[in-house]
């Protein structure tokens, strides 16, 4: 029951928001705030651990590139046509990329996952601010970091590995600052509500993870499979 309710709360207001937009109600553009519903669609559903975060995410990743483009933060539009390839990449692999090719479980990352992108964060971000600064970006190294930071929490995503979280956290807060200073206030709200969905998917994965060690359905650790089937192996 509480779970139709929270539902319906949120389909109520997005669809109130975007009315309220699309009439010139709201002092934001019909694209920033359909940015805005979609988001929050997206990342409840994450939270949810719903497979269909991934559409909605999709469709999120299109206003957003419009959104961006108009503010000239060119590392964060182009995040957002990588987003939609990561998008289809995980929706296939939560349905078919588990042991023997059934659905995902939660997992933790094992250290050498971990490893591996930080450095590769350390390095992408390195390069994309030259990339950036060359293109008159106009904040090059938060938005670099911003973009690698999320492309590692989205990898981490896509193979359910509870250490998304993490990275999501730190990405938001950034998001959150660099979307105030370019004035895209909405936005900005946006990641806000993004960072306390953050919190409370990962004590959501975090309970997932305990009830499927407890019932013996998850690894401990999990690394990158290369191909769908070699996911976390169930215990027992």
């Known amino acids: 029951m509480r779970k139709h309710v929270e539902l319906w709360v949120l389909v109520t ?30 990342v409840y559903l994450v939270v949810k651990r719903n497979i269909l975060n991934f559409p909605i995410g999709i469709a999120n990743n299109v206003f957003f590139i419009i959104l961006f483009l108009k503010a000239r933060l060119y590392g964060d539009a182009g995040l957002q046509v990588v987003y939609i390839a990561l998008g289809l990449h995980g929706w296939y692999w939560w349905l078919r990329g588990g042991h023997q090719r059934t659905a995902l479980v939660v997992a933790h990352a094992a250290p050498k996952t971990l490893g591996l992108l930080s450095g590769g964060v350390l390095l ?16 090059p190294v938060l938005d670099a970091l911003t973009t690698v930071l999320s492309l590692a929490a989205q990898i981490l995503l896509n193979y359910k590995l509870i250490e998304n979280w993490y990275v999501w956290i730190v990405a938001d807060v950034i998001y959150i600052y660099l979307y105030v200073s370019r004035g895209l206030h909405l936005t900005a709200i946006l990641y806000f509500v993004f960072l306390f969905l953050c919190v409370a998917g990962l004590i959501s994965w975090w309970r997932a993870l305990a009830r499927q060690s407890a019932d013996g359905k998850a690894a401990p650790t999990d690394t990158i499979p290369a191909r769908p089937g070699e996911g976390a192996v169930p215990n027992g």
């Open 13 to 42: 207001l997005g669809l109130g928001l975007i009315v309220a937009s699309w009439q010139a109600w709201l002092p934001y553009s019909l694209t920033e705030t359909l940015g805005f519903v979609t988001g929050v669609a997206c």
């Open 124 to 139: 992408g971000t390195a390069g994309l601010t030259l990339m950036l600064q060359a293109v008159n970006g106009s904040a």
